[in-house]
C-alpha cells in the first residue's frame, strides 16, 4: 500500500498504467524467470509466450507470434590452448557474433580491462591478443565496463585477439 497522498487522484488522471507496479513485475520477470534471450534461444520462446500471454490478460485481440527465420549466430564448440611457456587448455566459450577463426599469438593481460589500462599500454597491445577478467567494475575505474567495451578497445589498439 502507498503512503502517496495524492495517489487516487494520480489514478483518475492517468489510470493505473502510470500507479501501477505492474510493468516493473513483468520486467522483473522477464530479466529472472527465462534466462537468456537471444533469437532463436528457448527462453526468447518462453519470454515471448509471456509477453503474448499478458497482452492477452490486458485485454488485446489478434494476439499472436510470428515465425521467423533466424538468420542469427549459433555459439559452437571453442578452444583455447596456451602452448608456451606452458601447455594447457583452458575451458572457454565464444563471445556473442564471433567468427570462426584458427589464431596463434602473444596473450597481453589487462587485467580488469580498464579504459586508463588500454589508453597506457596501447603500444603493447597491437598485434596480440588481449586478455581481460570478466570483472565489470575494475578498481582503477569510475565506472562500470561492460565486456564489448573491452573487445572494442582491444581491436581499436590493434589486438588480433580478445579473451
Not at 498504467?17 to 537471444?38: H, K, P, Q, V, W
Not at 583455447?80 to 594447457?88: A, D, G
Request: aromatic residues 8%.
Amino acid at each position: 500500500m502507498s503512503n502517496n497522498p495524492f495517489l487516487s487522484i494520480d489514478q483518475q488522471l492517468v489510470g493505473d498504467i502510470y500507479t501501477s507496479t505492474e510493468a516493473m513485475d513483468n520486467l522483473i520477470t522477464l530479466c529472472d524467470d527465462f534466462g537468456s534471450r537471444f533469437g532463436g534461444a528457448e527462453g526468447e520462446r518462453r519470454a515471448a509466450e509471456f509477453i503474448k500471454a499478458k497482452l492477452e490478460e490486458y485485454g488485446l485481440s489478434n494476439v499472436h507470434l510470428e515465425p521467423i527465420d533466424y538468420l542469427g549466430w549459433t555459439r559452437g564448440k571453442a578452444k583455447l590452448e596456451i602452448i608456451n611457456p606452458i601447455q594447457k587448455t583452458i575451458p572457454c566459450i565464444t563471445l556473442p557474433h564471433s567468427p570462426p577463426t584458427t589464431l596463434e599469438g602473444t596473450i597481453v593481460d589487462m587485467g580488469d580491462g580498464a579504459p586508463d589500462d588500454f589508453e597506457r599500454r596501447s603500444e603493447e597491445i597491437k598485434g596480440k591478443i588481449v586478455m581481460t577478467t570478466s570483472v565489470v567494475a575494475p578498481n582503477n575505474s569510475k565506472r562500470w565496463i561492460h565486456r564489448n567495451e573491452k573487445y572494442g578497445r582491444s581491436i581499436f589498439a590493434g589486438a588480433t585477439g580478445f579473451i
